[in-house]
Structures are given as structure tokens and as C-alpha cells.
């Protein structure tokens, strides 16, 4: 396990969690969690290498969790089928010959990504589901701490 993400230190502890919680209503509680403490668990136990930069936790989820897999779906990136296990180098490159694919090299080298960092892939390891059963759990205590405010919890009700 890599103790880096973005090549800075991921720390993960009861302030985060508490930030969230005491978010007013429902999508202020996800945007919230989200980025923070639901991601920067994958990051700190799946671990990330070779990242080139030092970005902060948010900008680091916008890199490699919105900005890369768009690349990637959109061709900016090419990845071989063939990468060796365990090796520490990335087995992307760029392909900026395409006209909207300039940014994609500045994302490079591509980190590597442990099994539970990775969004594909993440299910393997065992951690994934009591990580994801506690996400649910801190909903359910942030839903009883605003009990008032069922059931829509800041949804628009339907009539």
C-alpha cells in the first residue's frame, strides 16, 4: 500500500468525516463525501505510484477521476494490453496527435493505480465492501442527525 496519492501524503481521519456530517442537507452531505472521505480511502489503501505532481486531494480527484477517464474513452490515451505485473512504469502514452487531445500530456507519466484505487477494479479487494457499508452507515447517522428534514432531505418533494 502506497502511503502517497497525487504525490502527497493521503490522510484520512475523524475531521473529514465530521465535516461531512454536519453538511445541512443531502447533496451538500454527497458532494461532500464524494471527493473526500469516500475517494481518499480507495487512494490511501489501493495505493497510487509514480504520480509526477504534488496536487492537493481535490484536484487530484479531478485529474485522475474525471480528467484521464475522459481522455481515455475519448482515444488521448493508449494503454498496452501487455503491461508486466509489478512493474512501476506506466504502460500509457499519449497520443496528442489528435487535435483535442493536447492535455493529455500533461497527465504523464499516468500513475499506477493498486486494485482498490482503481475504479474498475476496485471490487476485487476485500476491503470494498465494508468501506462501502461504512459510507452507508455515515449516511444513515447523518439521515438521523437530520431527522427533521425527512424524507426528502432537501429534495424538491413531488406532489
Not at 487531445?101 to 499516468?110: D, G, I, K, Q, R
Request: proline letters at 8%; charged letters at 15%; a positive charge.
Amino acid at each position: 500500500r502506497s502511503p502517497l496519492s497525487c504525490g502527497a501524503p493521503t490522510v484520512l481521519g475523524r475531521a473529514e468525516w465530521q465535516l461531512c456530517a454536519n453538511m445541512p442537507d443531502y447533496m451538500l452531505w454527497y458532494t461532500c463525501i464524494t471527493p473526500t472521505v469516500h475517494t481518499w480511502a480507495h487512494s490511501l489503501i489501493g495505493g497510487v505510484w509514480n504520480a509526477s505532481t504534488r496536487l492537493g486531494r481535490l484536484a487530484c480527484y479531478a485529474e485522475y477521476s474525471v480528467v484521464l477517464p475522459k481522455l481515455f474513452t475519448d482515444g488521448c490515451i493508449k494503454c498496452s494490453s501487455s503491461h508486466e505485473l509489478g512493474s512501476t512504469q506506466s504502460a500509457c502514452k499519449p497520443q496528442a496527435d489528435k487535435p483535442f487531445c493536447a492535455e493529455a500530456n500533461l497527465l504523464f507519466p499516468v500513475p499506477i493505480f493498486g486494485d482498490f484505487a482503481d475504479a474498475w477494479t476496485s471490487p476485487n479487494d476485500p476491503i470494498f465492501f465494508a468501506h462501502h457499508a461504512n459510507v452507508d452507515r455515515h449516511l444513515m447517522l447523518w439521515q438521523i442527525r437530520h431527522r427533521t428534514k425527512a424524507p426528502s432531505y432537501g429534495f424538491p418533494q413531488w406532489r
